[in-house]
């Protein structure tokens, strides 16, 4: 059964840091993007960044940008986000997610990019 399982949300105060990471099982994501989305109440999920398959192409979106980076450790089958500076605009229900192109040089930009998602995690900034 293929997995992917968040942790590291929390509540953290305006200009503090959180460090999400997403585990993988049942199989292995080493060919494919990873990526970070998030979904506030009453908002549509929206990509947050995202990472290559081989860990140099990356992608941030503009609220985030020079805040957050991606990392992801294929050994361990694991995806890294660090969020830095939150912000009161960013507390959501954050997602990773495993894209479906293999060994692609295009960026998985939209949610029907991915083939799988986790549960999702909890971030709470106050302000």
């Known amino acids: 059964q293929v997995q992917l399982v968040e942790s590291g949300g929390g509540w953290v105060q305006a200009g503090g840091s959180l460090r999400l990471s997403c585990a993988a099982s049942?199989?292995?994501?080493?060919?494919?993007?990873m990526g970070w989305f998030r979904e506030a109440p009453g908002k549509e999920r929206e990509l947050v960044t995202v990472?290559?398959?081989?860990?140099?192409?990356?992608y941030y979106a503009y609220p985030v940008e020079g805040r957050f980076t991606i990392s992801r450790d294929n050994a361990k089958n694991t995806v890294y986000l660090q969020m830095n500076n939150l912000k009161p605009e960013d507390p959501a229900v954050y997602y990773c997610?495993?894209?479906?192109?293999?060994?692609?040089?295009?960026?998985?930009?939209?949610?029907?990019?991915?083939?799988?998602w986790g549960q999702g995690t909890q971030v709470t900034v106050s302000s």
């Open positions: 990472v290559g398959w081989n860990g140099i192409r990356e």
């Open positions: 997610a495993a894209g479906s192109r293999t060994y692609s040089g295009a960026t998985s930009y939209s949610p029907s990019d991915y083939d799988y």
């Open positions: 049942g199989r292995t994501f080493s060919s494919v993007d």
